[in-house]
């Protein structure tokens, strides 16, 4: 196990780095969509582009993985998403920034399946489990902290724009210079929705919902807490609350589906996020707290099918 970690060092570190270059992202450009006067459903279009890049990346980048390499691919991702960063300071209109949003999803879905696969290939059936959570730790750890850094967002510096574009433009160089061999990688076979339908359909209802939440959380989170009066230190942390409740639930949660019938527990769990949803919805600003324990409580649950 000892010697799987530190083979994957690099993999680790450049997956915290651009966590945290996400964190900021997804507070910081719903806070300045916020404060440029866009609508609700102008910004929520803008920041779904995230969503339909990781969807054209998850189909698009495992050839071209299969044909470059890790390191080559990785590298070439982390610059355009890095880039598309800065682009965000020289584009302000609602469109540019949707087709941004559409390359940063890209990149970061094609980013993932550079580091998942690398792992997979270094585990072994007694080690999987263990590096797979901590590669889920340190998403979650990453995702927070950045959250957490685009509370000092003041609305009119560039700051956080230009530490988003150095962190994920760092997290390259340890994987560039590892002396570890990239595994061999090729190009998984497509399959039908047909056919993941008969092989488990409850599976694809559950993460296409949970697909939806996680779109809505992250796409328009900040913009609800902008509009129930929160400042933007507080919309920090509502955001997040949601990484620290699937930080702390996810595997006391996942131990409860191994004891009892998932489908039950799935259930549990559905009635469980909406009622915490019921109960945010009807909390405020002077209820802060309270806020962010159900937020957390919410995040947990939702994220966690």
């Known amino acids: 196990m000892i010697r799987s970690l530190i083979s994957t060092w690099p993999l680790f570190f450049g997956l915290a780095l651009i966590m945290i270059g996400n964190g900021i992202q997804i507070v910081l450009l719903g806070l300045r969509a916020s404060a440029s006067g866009y609508s609700n459903l102008i910004t929520g279009i803008m920041m779904g582009g995230y ?19 890790h390191i080559r691919t990785f ?49 072994t059936n007694e080690t999987r ?18 959250q957490l850094i685009s509370g000092f967002d003041d609305g009119i510096s560039y700051n956080l724009f ?6 994920i433009s760092l997290a390259v160089v340890p994987i560039l210079i590892t002396a570890a061999k990239a595994p061999d990688f090729e190009a998984p076979e497509m399959i039908s929705i047909r056919r993941l339908i008969q092989i488990s359909p409850l599976a694809l209802v ?9 779109a809505m959380l992250f796409g328009i989170g900040a913009v609800y807490a ?6 933007t230190l507080q919309t920090s942390l509502f955001m997040a609350s949601t990484t620290v409740g699937v930080f702390c639930l996810q595997y006391p949660l996942g131990k409860i589906s191994d004891k009892f019938d998932r489908r039950s527990v799935i259930l549990g769990i559905c009635l ?16 802060f707290i309270f806020l962010l324990l159900f937020m957390s409580l919410y995040g947990g649950t939702s994220l966690a099918l």
């Not at 969503?51 to 390499?69: A, D, E, H, R, Y």
């Open 226 to 231: 902008k509009n129930i009066g929160l400042n």
């Open 272 to 287: 469980s996020a909406a009622i915490f949803a019921l109960i945010l919805s009807l909390l405020g600003k002077n209820n």
């Open 129 to 146: 489990g263990q590096i797979l959570s901590i590669y889920m730790i340190i998403t979650m750890t990453g995702l927070g902290v950045g």
């Open 75 to 123: 590298g070439a991702l982390a610059a355009i998403a890095s880039a598309s960063i800065l682009m965000h300071l020289i584009l302000s209109d609602p469109i540019s920034w949707s087709i941004l949003r559409v390359f940063t999803g890209f990149c970061y879905a094609g980013m993932y399946i550079v580091v998942e696969s690398w792992l997979n290939e270094k585990a």
């Open 51 to 69: 969503f339909l890049g990781i969807f054209i990346g998850s189909m698009v980048v495992p050839n071209t993985l299969s044909k470059v390499g």
């Open 162 to 167: 230009l530490i988003a574009s150095v962190l």
């Open 206 to 214: 559950g993460l296409f919902v949970t697909g939806i939440v996680v």
